[in-house]
Every structure is written in structure tokens, then in C-alpha cells.
């Protein structure tokens, strides 16, 4: 079991940048592979970034392939998401995703946090 809690959403201008943590409960935080999925009202959650648990694999979408980074640091338990040169269109509900594998976690991961928002404006 691990329980996710997201931080670091918000307003921010087009072409700006916002730093999202997902810090998670447990002590087995470097056995999952972690990611992070966003939904925009109307549309499908879409998987964003994941990256495995030693950290040494990461896969994006292309859309945000060059702009987000995504990052973990076991000893804090918390995975990052550096999101660079945003765009209107990058406006959703951003949530962390935890699973015990990597390709699993990008289709349909066992863990979820809440979500933070992220809204950027045009």
C-alpha cells in the first residue's frame, strides 16, 4: 500500500514553469515505479511521464516530450514533475500514479493521489 499527496499546482503565464511533488506514505517507495497522469474537463486522463524505481528509465507523451521532467529522490519518498515553456493547452488536474511496474503503471497503475491543478493562462 502507498498513499500519494501532490503539491505545487497553480496559476502561471504561458511559457512559464511549475515544480509538482508527490510525496508517498510507506516505506517501500523505491519498489514502485512512479508517474504522473493529467485530466482537463471534457477530455480523458492521459498519461504525462513516468520513470522507474531506481530512476534510471523515464518515458513521456509526446506532448510533453523537451518541456517536463520528470524526477525522484528515494531517501524523501517523493517524486517530481519540472515543467517547463508551458502552454494553455498543458491546463488539467495533474495526479501522481504509483505501481510495482513500470509498463503497467503507464496503462493502468494500482495507486492514485488526489490531483493538484495546474492552470495556465493564455
Known amino acids: 500500500q502507498v498513499q500519494l499527496v501532490e503539491s505545487g499546482g497553480g496559476l502561471v503565464q504561458a511559457g512559464g514553469s511549475l515544480r509538482l511533488s508527490c510525496a508517498a506514505s510507506?516505506?517501500?517507495?523505491?519498489?514502485?515505479?512512479l508517474g504522473w497522469f493529467r485530466q482537463a474537463p471534457g477530455n480523458e486522463r492521459e498519461f504525462v511521464a513516468a520513470?522507474?524505481?531506481?530512476?534510471?528509465?523515464?518515458d513521456y507523451a509526446d506532448s510533453v516530450k523537451g518541456r517536463f521532467t520528470i524526477s525522484r529522490d528515494n531517501a524523501k519518498n517523493t517524486v517530481y514533475l519540472q515543467m517547463n515553456s508551458l502552454k494553455p493547452e498543458d491546463t488539467a488536474v495533474y495526479l501522481c500514479a504509483a505501481d510495482s511496474d513500470l509498463y503497467t503503471l503507464m496503462e493502468d497503475p494500482d495507486y492514485w493521489g488526489q490531483g493538484t491543478q495546474v492552470t495556465v493562462s493564455s
Open positions: 520513470i522507474s524505481r531506481s530512476g534510471s528509465n523515464s
Open positions: 510507506g516505506r517501500t517507495f523505491s519498489t514502485y515505479a
